[in-house]
């Protein structure tokens, strides 16, 4: 089976299955250069060999995200109270670590992107060299290796210093891969960017609350004298006192400090504590205006059309104030302004104006090439006008009671109406008259309006794609009302019918060309009729029957698009 394919599909192609579904969860680029030549041969990677964007190492990946999210945890609590380090939390670090091997054995069987061609290598020598040479290995090495139990096993000995709390602090570097997902779920577009970017400054605060709440009650147990810190002048003993107690106020302490509300009831002592407090209260300034920035931005992101729809309507009313229009004006304007914003979403000049011409096009013809071909106005056109036509066409909206085209108006835009209704007026010795739709009650309220539109003859075409044959209102007289006649007089109004003509019987067989008919505009008489069939068949005719072989009597009976058959 052969097909063509862009360049951009070779670059995920791999025998494992799980297709890319969502490109904007790709954090690296993908397209290459400009001259790179995209080799057919790494169409199918070698065996053993997985591909970085494969479904199922993304879930392996996103399953060590919350061995991370436990490890930024067990870390800094490990440091603070190194007892539960080789106590209660030693086979969790163990079982964690585990994974995290797991993890290093199969980075060694990655697929990863060249960025000089931008396509997969799939070499394993390579790519062990790779991932050897870069820090990433030793780090992840070290931040994996469980320090204290192997020194345990080798030594035959339990060793309860400081040392191994912060050699465990190296687990710390597995964040990165926090980072990582945070910074693939925000070009997700499956995800919302304002939760996401929410949930990250949340997990952000919290760790540093943690943290430092942590290292601020190992400072305490780590003096020499207990009693001359800022939780051993309030808690005798607490270094054998319940370990959540000790952690209950580190994190009071953090809260409290982060806020910036301080009550002193937990303050500083010692030297020592009293400069990690200045180094704590100045990197919360920088959180903090990290946070608000943030925040910020995204309120006035998710605001941002709000704000722009009241600037606008102010702008409207100060102009309309300003200079002194009328208030059916004003109300005229402020309609059109609030379904502008309300149909942002549905017109398509904003979307489509950076894509290519062929997509612009292709987006056209889904949208408007059935509404153009069911147009009255445009049947029997060739396929080229309706295309040509389609990709100059463009949606618009209009609120209720305001005028589309003026009278007298030099016409630049042509209107086809999809849904709604309009009402098409005239001005006639300065009175204002409707020439479609009147209805009865209105005609009852008007007695002479046949005297007034008696004299009147227009010709127009509603764009009405729905209406096919428009009658002008008539009035029938009322013998109670004086002044009115029982014979009704209605606007003469002209429109061209169009039916399509046959030069043969409807049961016969025809010619190919033939059996498509000829499209003409229905004559004012049948005698007409025979004399414009005889001109396109080169026949003269006597009969005109239906498609169901009924006699055309009256050309009053016949109807848009109809089928005549003349012989």
Known sequence: MSETRSPLPLLFRRRSSGEIKNLTSVSSSLLPAFGTIVDEGHLQLKKYVIAPYDRRYRLWQTFLVVLVVYSAWASPFELA?????????EPVDLVVDAFFVVDIILTFFIAYLDKSTYLLVDDRKKIALRYVKKLWFPMDVASTLPFQFLYRIFTGKMHRGDVFGFLNLLRLWRLRRVSELFTRLEKDTRFSYYW???CKLIAVTLFAVHSAGCFYYWLAASHGQPENTWIGSLVHDFKHRN???GYTYSMYWSIVTLTT??????HAVNTGEKIFNMLYMLFNISLT??????MTNLIVHSAARTFAMRDAINQILNYGSKNRLPE????QMLAHMQLKFKTAELKQEAVLENLPKAIRSSVAQHLFRRTAENTYLFKGVSEDFIAQLVTEMKAEYFPPKVEVILQNEIATDFYILVSGAVDILTYKNGTEQYLKGLKQEMLEEIPYVTELLGGLTTEHTVPNEGTHNHEAPSYH???NVEGTEETSKSITSTFFIRVIVHGHHPNENAKEDDMMGKLINLPDSIEGLFRLAEKKFGKRGSKVLMVDGSEVEELRALRENDHLFIF
């Open 261 to 266: 509300v301080g009550y002193g009831d937990l």
């Open 289 to 294: 205006a990290y946070l608000i920035g943030n």
């Open 243 to 245: 370990i959540w107690l």
């Open 328 to 331: 059916g004006l004003r109300e």
């Open 196 to 198: 996401t970017r929410y």
């Open 81 to 89: 109270f190194g007892k539960v380090a080789s106590g209660s939390l």
């Open 477 to 479: 007289g009322d013998p």
